[in-house]
């Protein structure tokens, strides 16, 4: 049998030449990606002494979650602090308000690239894979990795989703993407790996990948993958920060599992609350009133999620008891949309388009909900405490968000495409 | 780290939760930056309310499938500290949950059944050892190990975190650099 590409990944970064499931590995790190990097400063200051990052080159800093706009004195305090301190420590890319959500700015400019170790602070830091790249996130020991610039993993088995077919019109990715989920449970990937595979998959844009590779987390898994192809190696073009070599599967790789999927048949779904892997058939929510929809998030704010949110919404009126929120993933995305029409297009339908950043998949800045509200969007989680009291989250693709926006409650959207 | 790390043993009165208890749970959004003195007040106010007032210094939560499960919150280890808890044993462990608490030196363990074993209010030790982590219940005598973990992180937690590892270790350069 064959290695898997997360297991030759670990051996190149731990210097080994062969590496087992199981077996605790300490690698060198390609990037650090840091969304709310305030108190990882602050253990610098209580660990006392530390005069630089491991390599400037290679820490990244987005504050996207919190801090897009200050919205009160304390944010606008810790922005500063996060930018001063940043220079202090000889961090180089500090990303400012409305250059998007992190995770796609890691991939877009170059951050990291097919066959690269990354790690980052935020728990979907899973998102890489979609480009072969092996990253992970860790939270508290990022403090350490920002030192040493070496990373412990245990190596992981890894689980094989192969999935063939052509989805139906109205079916995108984040419909297969969720009946995967759903398939593999919130606990069914823990300490796993997971490879996304099959002509399906390599039939998408990198950009679609990244809704499998990031929603891995909410499966438990480590790791979340594709094999790089020439999809990826072509979206690479001029983009890596530095000269790579990818890595790619041995021939008959061995997998603890695999899962076959055909998406010929597949229906739209849906996340109902509580939890991202609670998928159901979108028919069978169909009806639920909703006060608010969000097209946006790091499964959601990429260019194709506003062609299809725009593709339902043009010539359209969002209902009036309902709010709509755009967030473009990235400044250069919103630049793309512009040019494309759909900003046009949002605003004629009455939604509100705001700058790339998380946007409001947390209450952490703007779009709120008030008590007892439900709301369906593109983003990752729907768990209770996130936003507020609320629990009533739905989670489903930009073409059903865009439609249950128009009839005000969640809807199917394929009497809506042409 | 060359540190031999002998057994260690928790023990209080079990709170018993289910399955995915997620970090949006433990540590809502809407509190977390307010503080850890705040923050427990509202700790898994989604599925049990008040839960701060049943706790008492030295207790042990017990939970079933992927606890800690969701978002990357350090707030949602740290939180448990503030509240008392002395260590947290459940069937599985969410790996990032796992390492923060680790990291945080806040001991979190997986000892698969542990949920079926332990009722609310029971007496319950958890014993880490270098073979395993053997979960008993007082109360009733019944037993449930897991793997154990391994000695490099048995001395992150013996250490208190890894922040005091690395103080040490920057301590140790500039002893050594002078």
Redo the contacts between chains.
Sequence with gaps: MGRTMALKILARGAKKKEVVPGE?VIVDVDAVFMHSPD?KFK?FE?????KSVFDGEKVVICPDH?HFLPASQ?DANTVKYIVEQGERYGVKYIYGPGTGIGHYLMVEQGHVWPGAIAVG???HTTAYGCIGCLSS?????I??VM?SGKA?FKAPPTILVKIEGTTKRGVSARDVAQYVLGELG??GA??SAVEYGGSYIHSLSVWQRMIFSLLTIEA?G?FGLVEPDETTLEFMKGRAKKAFEPVYNDPNPEYSKVVEIDVSDLEPQVAVPP?PSFTKLLAEVVGKPIQQAYIGGCTGGGIEDMRMAAEVLKGRKVNPGVRLIVVPGTRDMYGQAMREGLVDVFNQAGALVTPAYCGPC???CVGNLADGDTEIGTHP?N???????A?SIYLASPYTVAASAVEGKITDPRAFLP | METKIGTRIYQGKAHTFGD?I????IS???WM?EGLEVLKLHTM??VRKDFYKDVNPGDIIVAG??FG??????PA?SVMKVLGISAIVAD?V???YF??GI??GIPVFSAPGVSKIVNEGDEVQVKVTEEAIEVTNITTGAKVFGKPI?E?MRSVVEAG???AL??AE?EHE?QTSL
């Design positions: 605790i108190y253990h209580q660990i006392g002494g530390v919190h304390k602070s935020d728990s996130p860790m939270n508290f020991e403090t350490e030192l412990w919130a606990d823990l300490w438990g480590t939890q947390q209450q952490l989680r768990l209770p405490g996130r936003a507020g009291k629990t | 995915s997620n970090t949006d749970v809502p959004g809407r930056r106010e989604a499938r992927n499960c969701g978002s990357h919150r350090e280890n599985s969410a790996r990032l390492r923060n990291a945080m391994p490099v975190g890894i922040l690395l103080k920057l500039k």
